[in-house]
């Protein structure tokens, strides 16, 4: 890696257990009101398909014993919320979407961290000195379904930097880099600067990694900003944008991209400017 201010010690188990802690903070209470009748209704039936595989490939006790051991040690990399929301949380948040006619949204991934700071509707993400990458501009304004600009409408956004990393899951990174609360103005418009980020390499050295390379996959998602967008009265949504070009587009390890979320920027002197809006539907 060519960057100086590169965390060289990020690893698979300080990011998940990072990501672990960060869902026991803010999501783990949910689990509590699932009725039993739909407990029993999803765990006997996931456990059916994994019968069925077991059945239709012959699966063998050393492949039953390697899987046990990749369970195991998912766990113990703290890997839990890397796994599911790469492999399993795209498909709840289609489900999720159906209903709704505003902006589409896309998974929110394992590296939200709520209340980053409130930076106005003229927004500079925080960043180092120097923050390696380049430089974009990203507005846009946030409407009802009729096109009604949402007075109070509230960006949070996230993203990883120039070398895909982020706050909070890799070392040595500014807790609140590249992360920010947006208010919109009155009209619903706001303006964000950062630093255009990298393609982002889910960690190699740990469970998830393993699969990956036993499997003969690639760790790659799509560079990528993420956000929320919310407004009183208004269902909020997470969302993902991507870059125009990117190889990986048409090949992200989560499958979150979607056509609809890919930006179209355009070179500006010093950086680049894209202009985005959101829609969002009535609660
Ligand atoms: C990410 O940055 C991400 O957005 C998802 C969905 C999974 C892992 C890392
Ligand atoms: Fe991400």
């Not at 927004?123 to 120097?130: E, I, N, T």
């Not at 590249?178 to 982002?200: C, K, S, W």
Request: include cysteine.
């Amino acid at each position: 890696m060519s960057i100086d201010h590169a965390p060289e010690t990020a690893t698979a188990a300080a990011s998940g257990a990072n990501a672990t802690a960060r869902f026991a903070t803010d999501k783990s209470a949910a689990a509590a009101a699932t009725p039993p009748e739909r407990v029993s209704l999803l765990a006997r039936e996931v456990l059916a398909a994994v019968h069925k595989a077991v059945h239709d490939h012959k699966v063998t006790y050393d492949e039953y014993n390697a899987l046990k051991s990749w369970l195991i040690n998912v766990g113990q990399d703290g890997e839990w919320p890397l796994f599911l929301d790469v492999w399993v949380e795209h498909a709840v948040e289609e489900v999720a979407g159906e209903t709704r006619d505003g902006s589409k949204g896309t998974i929110e991934g394992p590296y939200y961290v709520p209340a980053a700071p409130e930076l106005g509707h003229d927004a500079v993400l925080p960043m180092r000195d120097g923050e390696h990458g380049t430089p974009l501009l990203f507005q846009g304004q946030v409407t009802d379904v009729a096109g009604q600009p949402l007075l109070g409408a509230v960006l949070e956004i996230w993203h990883a930097d120039d070398d895909g990393f982020y706050s909070q899951f890799a070392p040595g990174i500014p807790e609140w880099n590249l992360r920010g609360t947006v208010t919109a103005d009155e009209n619903g418009h706001f303006q964000i600067r950062t630093m255009q980020p990298a393609p982002y390499q889910i960690p190699t050295d740990g469970a998830c990694g393993k699969l990956i390379s036993a499997a003969g996959w690639h760790p790659w998602r799509p560079a990528h900003l993420h956000l929320k967008v919310a407004a009183p009265g208004y269902q909020q949504i997470t969302t993902q944008l991507y870059f125009p070009g990117d190889k990986y587009n048409d090949n992200d390890v989560a499958d979150a991209v979607k056509p609809e979320l890919i930006l179209d920027p355009h070179d500006v002197d010093g950086g680049r400017e894209v202009t985005y809006d959101f829609v969002l539907d009535k609660v």
